[in-house]
Nanobody
Framework: QVQLVESGGGLVQAGESLRLSCAAS????????MGWYRQAPGKRREMVAT???????NYADSVKARFTISRDNDENTMYLQMNGLKLEDTAIYYC????????????????WGQGTQVTVSS
């Protein structure tokens, strides 16, 4: 059983910052790629940023230079530092991870967190 739990969302004004966290727990042997995704009302879920186990990152064009993704492999935790927040960043942010258990390795399975709301006001 694996759980991903996001935290750190909230209501901020445009231009302010937030830091999201995602903690993975359960029967984990290895976590491969992790990522943050978001879904705004009436829109499809979209990729925000991903990070490989070795630290290679990928960002959506809309958040480059404003958001920074990072992870702590020892703590099975991922972060998203969001600076210069804009109204259009308002969404539910979801944590995603590809996780292998001791039994499934090298096969991995895809897991999602329950989401955390980020609301940016003017």
């Amino acid at each position: 059983q694996v759980q991903l739990v996001e935290s750190g969302g909230g209501l901020v004004q445009a231009g302010e910052s937030l830091r999201l966290s995602c903690a993975a727990s359960g029967t984990i042997f290895m976590i491969n790629t992790m990522g943050w995704y978001r879904q705004a009302p009436g829109k499809r879920r979209e990729m925000v940023a991903t990070i490989s186990r070795t630290g290679n990152t990928n960002y959506a064009d809309s958040v480059k230079a404003r958001f920074t993704i990072s992870r702590d492999n020892d703590e099975n935790t991922m972060y998203l530092q969001m600076n210069g927040l804009k109204l259009e960043d308002t969404a539910i942010y979801y944590c995603n991870a590809e996780i292998s258990s001791h039994h499934s390795y090298p096969a991995s399975y895809n897991y999602w967190g329950q989401g955390t709301q980020v609301t940016v006001s003017s």
